[in-house]
Structure formats: structure tokens, C-alpha cells
């Protein structure tokens, strides 16, 4: 007969064999049913910019896909930090995602101290597509050509001004790039997204504008803007008519931003899994590719592991920028 000892060491055993095999299915049938209710998709800038655009177009074909509303939150504020925030100290369940942009890389090294940490409270879902910016100004303006604007600036430093949607995003990105390489001096006026951006600069309180496709397309369209250059290293699709910025005179020039989307640090594997397979079907849907034409942006969507090297790479260029101050803080 098994001493006494034993027997409780073998009951024990079984009791915790019997917990673990409960808390395993348990999140496994917690995983399958993934999702259960709404997904928030988190846009760390005001309404009416490229993120914005993504994220609910997006929205609309993951809802379809997962049966459950998926919704746009916009947090705007502090250059991405507040809304990108809010994510890091979400629970890390699917059911919150960061709408995550260029600025999600330069931030580490263009803030001295962010309340979270980019490469340790955030893990990759997918990235969605890459963007150029297009260089606008109004239709009344002076300036004609790239060159009229390094001309002007040149005479009279710092007297012209470039608004962008905050620190660190791609339009400020593009403005500081282009000072650096058109050794002019102009002032960045920074702004809690494009829409009150563009608001200012169609009213005249600033000279030239770096944006996103979406955001400017329509007042392209109508004839309120011009514009005067594509950032990409190749013209946009969307604007076939309009030089890069090397063609327009500014020799090395490259910018483009990008979109994604990051979940909290902790959410599982197997929900990261659904949302990214979710996400990529809903990029590759005509949906989703009809509201990309006239955005001039390209669909480039990976695994997890591929959008988390690729922003590790930016983490590391644009580091890099702001270390030799053509980025300043």
C-alpha cells in the first residue's frame, strides 16, 4: 500500500495537472473565439490624415472579416505620445491596437523621455502600406517651384514656415529633411494633425505643407493647392505629373512614411496570428485597394517578424538624423 506521503504527493500532482489542463484549454478556447467583442484601433492623430484614412477603411473590411465592430479612436496630442499611450497600458488582449506611423520610430530619440518604451511595451501585428509625401503649397502662392522656395528661403533665412501634424511624424520628417539637404533655414510649426495643418496653411498663417496624399488629395483636386513635389524616390502613381524632390532640384532626397498597426506587449501569439492574417486579407480586398489610387499609396503588408525588423531599421536611421541634428529635438 502507497505510504500516506506519497499518496498526497501523487493527488497533488494530479490537482495541479488537472488546473493546468483547465487554464490551457481555457485560453485556448479564449484564443479561438478570438474576437468576442469590439476592437478599438487607436489613431494617436486628429481625423483626416493618412493614419486616419488606414485605419478606417481598414476597419470596415476587419469588421466584415472578424463579425464584430472594429472602431476608430482618435487621440491626437504630443507628437503621437498620448495616443500611443493609451495602447502601452492597454491589456495586452487583441482587443486594443496602436495605429502605429513613422513617428513610432522616431520618437525614441527624438523625445528625451516617453512615459513607455517603444521597443519593450509594443510587439508588431502587420504593416499595412508605404506613403509618400507630397509638397503643397496654396494655389495663390508665390512660389511656383521647388526652387522658388530654396530661392526665397535662402535670401531671407527662416522667414518662410512648414506646418506638419506634430514632432516626429513623417511630414516633419520630410520639412526637416529637405532644409537639410537644401542647406536652407525654414521654421517648423507643429500642429495635433493634418487637418488643422492644412486648415492653417489654405489660410495663409504658414507657407508650405509636407502631407500625405489622402489628406491633400482634394484640395488638389479643387484646385486650392499645388503641388510642387513627390518625397518618394520615384513619382506617385497618383500624381504621375508631379517631380520627386531629386528631379526638383534637391539632390539624395528620400522620405516616405508608413502605416502599421502594434498591440501591447503580452497579447498572444495566436491573437496576433488572427489579426494579422485579418489584416492583410482586408488590405488585399478592392475595397481597400480603391481608396489607396488616388492616395499615391502602395500596399506592403509581412508577417510580424518582417514589420518589426523593418521598424527597427527606422528606429536606427532616424536616430542617426537627430544624433547629427538634422533633426532637432
Not at 498526497?8 to 481555457?26: D, E, Y
Not at 491626437?76 to 495586452?92: M, Q, R
Not at 526665397?152 to 506638419?164: E, Q
Not at 529633411?177 to 487637418?195: E, M, N, P, R
Request: charge should be positive.
Amino acid at each position: 500500500m502507497p505510504h500516506p506521503v506519497h499518496r498526497s504527493i501523487q493527488s497533488c500532482a494530479r490537482v495541479v495537472a488537472a488546473v493546468t489542463a483547465t487554464l490551457v484549454l481555457g485560453l485556448a478556447a479564449a484564443h479561438a473565439a478570438f474576437p468576442d467583442k469590439a476592437i478599438k484601433l487607436v489613431v494617436p492623430f486628429a481625423p483626416g490624415g493618412g493614419a486616419d484614412l488606414i485605419a478606417r477603411t481598414l476597419a470596415v473590411e476587419l469588421s466584415k472579416e472578424f463579425g464584430q465592430p472594429v472602431f476608430v479612436e482618435n487621440k491626437p496630442g504630443a507628437g503621437t505620445i498620448i495616443g500611443t499611450d493609451l495602447v502601452a497600458k492597454s491589456a495586452p488582449d487583441g482587443y486594443t491596437l496602436l495605429a502605429s506611423s513613422i513617428a513610432h520610430s522616431v520618437n525614441p530619440s527624438l523625445m528625451d523621455k516617453l512615459p513607455y518604451s517603444t521597443e519593450k511595451d509594443f510587439i508588431p501585428v502587420a504593416m499595412v502600406v508605404r506613403s509618400p509625401n507630397v509638397l503643397v503649397v496654396r494655389a495663390d502662392s508665390p512660389y511656383k517651384s521647388v526652387k522658388d522656395i530654396v530661392d526665397a528661403a535662402k535670401a531671407k533665412p527662416n522667414s518662410l514656415t512648414y506646418a506638419s501634424p506634430g514632432n516626429g511624424t513623417s511630414s516633419h520628417l520630410a520639412g526637416a529633411l529637405f532644409a537639410d539637404l537644401a542647406k536652407v533655414q525654414i521654421q517648423h510649426i507643429t500642429y495635433k494633425g493634418s487637418a488643422p495643418a492644412l486648415t492653417d496653411l489654405l489660410g495663409g498663417q504658414t507657407d508650405i505643407l509636407f502631407a500625405t496624399s489622402g489628406s491633400v488629395g482634394p484640395f488638389i483636386d479643387n484646385g486650392k493647392l499645388r503641388p510642387l513635389a513627390v518625397s518618394s524616390a520615384t513619382r506617385s502613381s497618383a500624381y504621375p505629373n508631379v517631380p520627386t524632390m531629386v528631379e526638383a532640384g534637391v539632390p539624395g532626397y528620400a522620405s516616405e512614411g508608413w502605416y502599421g498597426f502594434h498591440a501591447p506587449t503580452g497579447t498572444p501569439a495566436a491573437v496576433i496570428e488572427k489579426l494579422n492574417a485579418a489584416i492583410r486579407k482586408a488590405a488585399g480586398t478592392d475595397f481597400f485597394k480603391s481608396k489607396l489610387v488616388h492616395e499615391g499609396m502602395v500596399a506592403q503588408t509581412g508577417t510580424p517578424a518582417e514589420y518589426e525588423t523593418f521598424v527597427r531599421a527606422e528606429i536606427a536611421r532616424w536616430a542617426r538624423l537627430v544624433k547629427t541634428d538634422v533633426i532637432s529635438k
